[in-house]
C-alpha cells in the first residue's frame, strides 16, 4: 500500500490519506437543469478514478457524488422547456446517467439527491437557528456569516471581495450582505415545495451538500473534491455551515481545473461537442477519457478539436501497440508472464514508477508519460511482458478496453474521410489534403477498396 498524497486547497499543504480508515469522497455533482458539458465531466472521471487507484493499493474508499436537483437554474430551465422541473430534473437526471455510463468507468458507491434529503437538510437548518448561526426572514433562512469566526479560511478572500452570487430581491431580507440562504420560501413559478417550520418553501444549495455529504460519510470524512469554480462561495459555505453544527467535515479539499474552452475558436459544430454527450459521440470514449486524464487534476485543462485530436491519436497509438504486441506472438500475450511480469524487469518498473506518480497527488501526466515511455520501448525491441503491464495501467485509468481491443470505432476520423470524400468530389484538393494530413496526424490513413475508402491505422 503505497502513501497517497493530495495538495489540500484548505491548508495548501500536502496530506497523506490515513490508510487505516476507510477512505470516504465527497464529490460535488451536477445541477440538472440541461445535459452535462466535458467540464463536468472532469472531476465525474478524475474522482472515480482516484477511488479506483485507492482500491487497487488496498484502501477500502467510498466515492459519494451527489445530484443536485432542486436548484433555481432547474425551474428557469424547466418553464423554458414548458415542463414541470420535477419531471425536468428527472430528465435530466437521466441523461446525466445515461451519459456519464457511456465514459465506461463505473459509478459511484452512492449519488443521493438532494430531493430525497430534505428532512435531514430542515433538521441542520433548525440546529443552526438554535445556536445562532442562522435566522429566519420573511420565509427564508440564512445563515450568519459573522456568527463564523473562520469564514473565509478555504477560498482565503476578504470579505469585501466576496459576493454570494444571490438575487438582488434577498438582500432586503439579510441582516448583513454576506449573509447567504440555507432556506428559501416557495416565489412565484416555483412548481415545487416542501413543508418546513418556516413555511413551504425549499432548500439552498450549499447546505444540501452540507447534508448529504455526512449522510452518507459521517461528520468527519477525508476528501471532499469538485472544481475549482465551487472553492466560493459553494465549499466555503459547506465548511460554515457543517462546522458552526459542529461536524468536523472534510479533512482534506481536492479541486480540479476548468476544462477551458475560451482559447478555442467555437465553430458551429463546437458549441455542441462541448456538451459531453456530442463528445463521446465524435471522439469515443476513450479518447474522452485519455484527453480528460491529459493534463494534472489541479490544472485548466484546454478544450478545442485540436486537443480532442491529439487525445484520439494517443489512443490510436496505443491500439497499434496491442495489435504490433499480438502480431509478434501469434498466441496472444504470453502465458508464461505474470501480469506485469517481474517488478524489477522495464515492466515492472513502469507500473511502480505508474503507481507512484498516482499516489503523488494523482499525478495522471506522469503516469501516462511512463505507458508511453514501456509501449516505446516495446516497439524498438521486444520487451517480455510489456503488452500485460500496459493493459494493467491503461485499466487503473478507465482505458482497459484499449487492450481487449474493443471500441474500435473512431467515429471523428470516419467524419473526416467523409468531408476528406466530399472535397474530393467538389474538386477541392487543397481541403482534402488537409484532411489528409489530418488523419495522418491522429494515425490513419485512408485507403480504397472495392467497398469504397476505409480508414487504416497508419504502421
Ligand atoms: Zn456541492
Not at 451519459?99 to 459509478?107: A, E, K, M, N
Not at 434529503?117 to 448561526?133: D, F, P, R, S, Y
Not at 462546522?243 to 467535515?249: I, K, L, N
Not at 476513450?286 to 491519436?313: K, N
Request: charged share 30%; hydrophobic share 35%; glycine share 10%.
Amino acid at each position: 500500500m503505497r502513501e497517497v498524497r493530495i495538495r489540500d486547497t484548505l491548508s495548501g499543504a500536502v496530506q497523506t490519506l490515513d490508510p487505516d480508515h476507510e477512505v470516504g469522497i465527497y464529490a460535488c455533482g451536477p445541477t440538472v437543469y440541461s445535459r452535462i458539458h466535458i467540464g463536468n465531466a472532469r472531476p465525474f472521471v478524475v474522482f472515480s478514478l482516484f477511488a479506483r487507484f485507492l482500491r487497487s493499493e488496498g484502501y477500502k474508499a467510498r466515492l459519494v457524488v451527489n445530484v443536485t436537483d432542486i436548484n433555481d437554474k432547474i425551474y428557469t430551465a424547466a418553464a423554458q422547456a414548458g415542463e414541470g422541473s420535477a419531471k425536468f430534473a428527472e430528465e435530466m437526471t437521466a441523461a446525466y446517467v445515461e451519459d456519464t455510463d457511456r465514459l465506461g468507468i463505473g459509478r459511484p458507491d452512492v449519488e443521493p439527491k438532494a430531493t430525497e434529503t430534505v428532512e435531514g437538510i430542515i433538521e441542520l437548518i433548525a440546529q443552526l437557528i438554535e445556536k445562532g448561526n442562522a435566522y429566519e426572514s420573511g420565509g427564508d433562512v440564512y445563515f450568519r456569516v459573522r456568527s463564523f469566526p473562520d469564514y473565509g479560511k478555504l477560498s482565503n478572500r476578504r470579505p469585501e471581495d466576496m459576493d454570494q452570487g444571490e438575487e438582488a430581491g434577498s438582500a432586503s431580507l439579510k441582516e448583513e450582505r454576506l449573509d447567504f440562504a440555507l432556506w428559501k420560501s416557495t416565489k412565484e413559478g416555483e412548481d415545487t415545495s416542501w413543508g418546513s417550520p418556516w413555511g413551504p418553501g425549499r432548500p439552498a444549495w450549499h447546505i444540501e451538500c452540507s447534508v448529504m455529504a455526512e449522510q452518507e460519510l459521517g461528520a468527519s470524512f477525508a476528501v471532499h473534491g469538485g472544481g475549482s469554480d465551487l472553492v466560493f462561495p459553494h465549499h466555503e459555505n459547506e465548511i460554515a455551515q457543517s462546522e458552526s453544527a459542529g461536524r468536523p467535515f472534510a479533512h482534506v479539499w481536492m479541486h480540479n481545473g476548468m476544462v477551458d474552452a475560451a482559447g478555442e475558436k467555437m465553430s458551429k459544430s463546437e458549441g455542441n461537442i462541448f456538451q459531453l454527450k456530442e463528445a463521446l459521440d465524435r471522439y469515443g470514449r476513450e479518447a474522452v477519457v485519455a484527453y480528460l486524464i491529459s493534463g494534472h487534476y489541479r490544472q485548466p485543462l484546454a478544450f478545442g478539436e485540436l486537443p480532442m485530436e491529439e487525445a484520439v491519436a494517443r489512443v490510436e497509438r496505443l491500439r497499434n501497440f496491442f495489435r504490433t504486441q499480438a502480431g509478434r506472438d501469434p498466441g496472444g500475450p504470453s502465458r508464461e508472464q505474470q501480469p506485469g511480469g517481474s517488478r524489477e524487469g522495464p515492466p515492472g518498473s513502469r507500473i511502480e514508477a505508474f503507481r507512484d506518480a498516482l499516489a503523488d497527488d494523482f499525478n495522471t501526466p506522469r503516469a501516462m508519460a511512463e505507458v508511453f515511455e514501456l509501449v516505446g520501448e516495446a516497439n524498438r525491441d521486444e520487451v517480455p511482458g510489456a503488452a500485460e503491464a500496459v493493459a494493467e495501467m491503461l485499466d487503473l485509468v478507465g482505458l482497459g478496453s484499449i487492450a481487449e481491443g474493443q471500441d474500435d470505432e473512431h467515429p471523428e476520423a470516419e467524419r473526416l474521410m467523409q468531408e476528406r470524400q466530399e472535397a474530393r468530389a467538389a474538386k477541392d484538393f487543397a481541403r482534402a489534403d488537409e484532411i489528409r494530413d489530418r488523419l495522418a496526424e491522429m494515425g490513419f490513413e485512408v485507403r480504397d477498396s472495392a467497398d469504397g475508402p476505409r480508414l487504416v491505422p497508419r504502421s
